[in-house]
């Protein structure tokens, strides 16, 4: 009787946990199509429209539309652009971020609360709320349509320097202690004590920064204004204003996926580190 | 704050060391803001020859402002969007971390369908979705036909619909990204509650509803800020769908601040637009900060 009832609890549990799998697997398909039908579209002959007939499939596969949509636009000078201002913020981010968290970690000093609070405030107001003034200043500063004027706004980083304050607080007061009585200078304090076990954080953050100043599409658009200095994102919404293209989907899909396509190979790649550095990061 | 050094005395060293961060959030978030307090302020517009030089109007822009139906319409539009993104993208974060917190194989690949949208560009995930979107052929269209719904929206081109069709990209991008928190809340939650409930005889509703829902509080009133932020300064999608249109039934505050400093090339508005803002972003970061504060103890 006990053995049977168990038996059939078995069975319940076991058909719950198949019910279970299969509305994932039906949810997780449903959330997956934009990006498959893209990756798919992107490969359709240009010849076979996609509003005549089947939306999914054609008969033959082509990689004419990569090559059209490359000839179209400079999407080569793009991607110079946004790797130069994805590793010019992420070099002198580490550079601002270590120095401003290792200061708040290490020292007492006058003011310090007040300094903290005010630096702070850049995690309080998103920087996309002040484009207008932003806007204005980069103007005065003469650096209007430069990959410069992207960047020079993320130069500090309030959640950096937070983020490193954190690590370098981690670290144990007597190693600190003992590099101090080995007479270490701060920079030496810095390289060989307080960096070596938060080189975790600084990865977080540092793929963070990366992917979120890869997708950022406002204030390039309005920061630019050629070819020379447009970002990827920026890039594409040109594109797919341009005139001659139209409703030519494939070409449209080709041309996403070739913005999307380096970040999401490492996000592939890389991706447990990605999911680390996203939870560390909730606020930019 | 805790210290490591004991010795509080005047140190050049520490201000050199904090200047560049300093200096950077000087110029870029500090000096912005009253910036656009002060140009509030006044009467400024590039395009009209006459207006181009400031006139003091006092609080005439916010005057302006509060009393133009579009205007009104716009903060209308704002608070849509964010009830209509937030409150479900959190819910479906929940719900894609309860599926997917299980040991079973393949169950990378569902995480992975979850929130791979998080690290699309918002412009690349809106091209997509215009496809989506278009009329006739549709996929949204014919995922509806197939549930028995007859019309082909043009649902980027039908003010009903266009701040929808906003909604439902926003929601597809984020989710998943709310996702990740509560797995790893979820994972984090101590197992021994879980045995005494057990041992109570409580079924899978009442263990969820009344102890993982409650034990994930925390986890929910920080996903619930960085929606509400994320909802405020995200428009990416709006420039690709809808462009604020059809009759801007699908502008929001920023993308209206955009509108009239870059398109329309009011300075003054596009200051006080920038005021309220601001104001609306850190009314709601100290509220919450102040109410997480007590309630932690």
Not at chain 1, 224 to 235: E, F, I
Not at chain 1, 243 to 249: N, S, V
Not at chain 2, 35 to 51: D, G, K, W
Not at chain 2, 162 to 191: C, H, R, T
């Amino acid at each position: 009787m006990n053995a049977k009832n168990h038996n059939s609890t078995r069975f319940l549990k076991k058909l719950g946990s198949g019910v279970i799998t299969f509305i994932t697997a039906g949810m997780a398909l449903f959330w997956s199509i934009p990006i498959v039908w893209a990756l798919i579209a992107s490969f359709r002959p240009a010849n076979d429209a996609i509003n005549r007939g089947d939306v999914w499939f054609s008969s033959s596969l082509s990689v004419e539309n990569y090559i059209r949509a490359w000839s179209l636009a400079p999407f080569g000078q793009y991607y110079i652009n946004t790797v130069i201002i994805v590793l010019m913020i992420l070099a002198v981010q580490l550079v601002t971020i270590v120095l401003a968290g290792f200061v708040f970690a290490n020292y007492k000093f006058f003011g310090k609360r007040w300094l903290f609070f005010f630096i702070l405030l850049q995690m309080m107001i998103p920087t996309s709320a002040l484009l207008a003034p932003n806007f204005a200043t980069i103007r005065w500063l003469g650096i209007f349509d430069t990959r410069l004027a992207i960047a020079i706004p993320y130069f500090g980083s309030a959640f950096g320097t937070f983020l490193m304050r954190q690590a370098f607080l981690e670290v144990p007061r007597d190693l600190v202690d003992a590099g101090i009585m080995d007479g270490c200078t701060w920079w030496q304090l810095i390289l060989n004590v307080y960096l070596p076990p938060s080189v975790p954080a600084l990865v977080a953050f540092g793929l963070s920064s990366a992917t979120w100043h890869w997708n950022e599409f406002l204030w390039p658009l309005i920061i630019t204004n050629s070819d020379k200095s447009r970002p990827l994102t920026a890039g594409l919404v040109r594109f797919t204003q341009l005139g001659e293209i139209g409703a030519q989907w494939a070409l449209l899909s080709a041309a996403t996926l070739m913005v999307i396509a380096p970040l999401f190979i490492m996000f592939l790649i890389f991706q447990k580190r990605f999911i680390q550095s996203f939870l560390h990061s909730g606020l930019k | 704050m805790r210290s490591r050094s004991a010795r509080k005395q005047f140190n050049p060293l520490v201000y050199i060391l904090l200047a560049p961060t300093a200096i950077f959030v000087a110029v870029f978030t500090v000096w912005p803001v009253l910036l656009s307090l002060y140009q509030s302020f006044f009467l400024q517009r590039m395009n009209i020859v006459r207006f181009r030089e400031p006139t003091f109007i006092g609080l005439g822009n916010y005057i302006t402002l509060f009393t133009d139906q579009y205007f009104l319409q716009v903060i209308k539009n704002t608070f849509s969007y964010i009830i209509g993104t937030v409150p479900i993208s959190i819910l479906l974060g929940f719900l894609f971390a309860l599926l997917v917190n299980r040991k079973l194989r393949g169950i990378g690949l569902f995480r992975l369908a979850f929130f791979h949208p998080m690290v699309l560009p918002m412009v690349s995930a809106a091209t997509i979705w215009l496809f989506f979107f278009t009329p006739d052929y549709g996929l949204f269209n014919t995922a509806l036909g197939f549930l028995g719904y007859s019309g082909s929206e043009n649902w980027t081109g039908n003010p009903n619909l266009a701040l929808l069709s906003v909604i439902i990209v926003a929601i597809w991008k984020n989710s998943g990204y709310y996702m990740i928190f509560y797995l790893a809340g979820i994972q984090n939650l101590p197992s021994d509650v879980y045995e005494a409930a057990a041992l109570d005889g409580a079924n899978g509703w009442q263990v969820l509803w009344r102890i993982t829902f409650p034990l994930l509080r925390r986890t929910t009133v920080f996903i619930t800020t960085i929606a509400f932020i994320d909802a405020f300064r995200t428009v990416d999608h709006i420039f690709v769908l809808t462009g604020g249109g059809p009759s801007r039934s699908s502008t929001v505050l920023l993308f209206e601040l955009w509108q009239q400093r870059f398109e329309y090339q009011n300075i003054g508005i596009s200051a006080a637009i920038t005021v309220i803002f601001v104001i609306i972003l850190l009314a709601f970061t100290i509220t919450n900060f102040i109410v997480s504060e007590r309630k932690e103890g």
